[in-house]
């Protein structure tokens, strides 16, 4: 099960990187679990907040518009294909979601930060996202945009200084679980060989 496979942490882990990941992720069935890209911590005011942040909510950074630019370039460019888009409802999770042109994103309460920010995440959001990261599709690879919260309570194991933007890369372990095939940074992306 889920639980038991987190229990044991990145024990089942494998290490894919560089070329290795690319040829993994273009033949599709994997989940990219992502911690939206950098966003200042502070709320902006009425004269800062995007026009359509009307809220307003926290939002990105030019660090964070850039390398969400940049991630939906390089995974358009390495030709890995994108389904299914699942990501909290939070403008800034929604953000990163737009500037990395994604495509229509599935916004999921479970997957919010409950207004709390750098504090949300609940043991019910945790046994979603579990859940959810089980559910692999065939021959495209979904993404899954949250917040540090969700992730840390999901994967305790997995997400030691994820950084924003950070991705864990999931797969099946053939028996019903998952197992962490990569964790790559947001910068990391356009790097990656051609």
Known sequence: TV???????????????????VKTLQQGGYIIVMRHASSPREVPDKQTANQDNVKPERQLDAEGRASATAMGNALRELKIPIGDVL??????????????RFGNPQPHAELGDNGQSMKGGTAAQAAWLQKKVTQFPRGINAIIVTHLPNLAGAFPQMTSGLADGEALIFGSDGKGGLTLVARVKIEDWPRMPR
């Open 3 to 21: 639980g038991t496979l987190l229990a044991t942490g990145t024990a089942h882990a494998q290490s894919l990187s560089g070329e290795a990941l």
């Open 87 to 100: 990501s909290s409802p939070t403008y800034r999770a929604l953000e990163t979601v737009r500037y990395a």
